[in-house]
């Protein structure tokens, strides 16, 4: 097992490997393909075995200021909503605080619950912006 793990290691040496944008495209891919058997639409199959190949491809490239700068890309593009899912999963959690995220640069806030509408200047960006408690 040990002989087996080194010569991975030596194989993946100088390679990528995994991100952000590799796992969406993998999870984005057996969606595809489940779509397409259910829907019985070749079409969905094909566009998940493309994106199953172009994500392999980045897995195993040896261009890694490439492979990070499209990553960079994705992960910008996505800062809004990521931010926004990561406020919600932080709320449900939290039973005494709500979170919220500034509309300019997107920052999580932490506010205390049940003191209704109140306005909140961002600790990031100072834009002011109204908020619920």
Not at 18 to 29: E, G, I, Q
Not at 37 to 42: D, E, G, Q, S, T
Not at 116 to 127: D, E, H, S
């Amino acid at each position: 097992m040990d002989k087996i793990r080194k010569k991975m290691n030596q194989f993946m040496m100088g390679r990528y490997g995994p991100d952000a944008l590799n796992s969406v495209m993998l999870y984005t891919a057996v969606i595809l393909n489940l779509l397409g058997i259910l829907l019985k639409n070749a079409i969905l199959g094909w566009i998940s075995l493309v994106l199953l190949v172009y994500s392999l491809y980045r897995f195993f490239s040896k261009n890694l200021a490439k492979r990070y700068a499209e990553n960079q890309k994705f992960l910008d593009f996505t800062r809004g909503p990521r931010r926004t899912f990561k406020a919600a999963a932080l709320s449900a959690r939290d039973k005494e605080h709500t979170y919220v995220t500034c509309p300019k640069c997107k920052q999580i806030c932490r506010l205390p619950k049940g003191r209704g509408k109140v306005t909140v200047t961002c600790p990031a960006c100072r834009q002011p912006f109204e908020g619920r408690s």
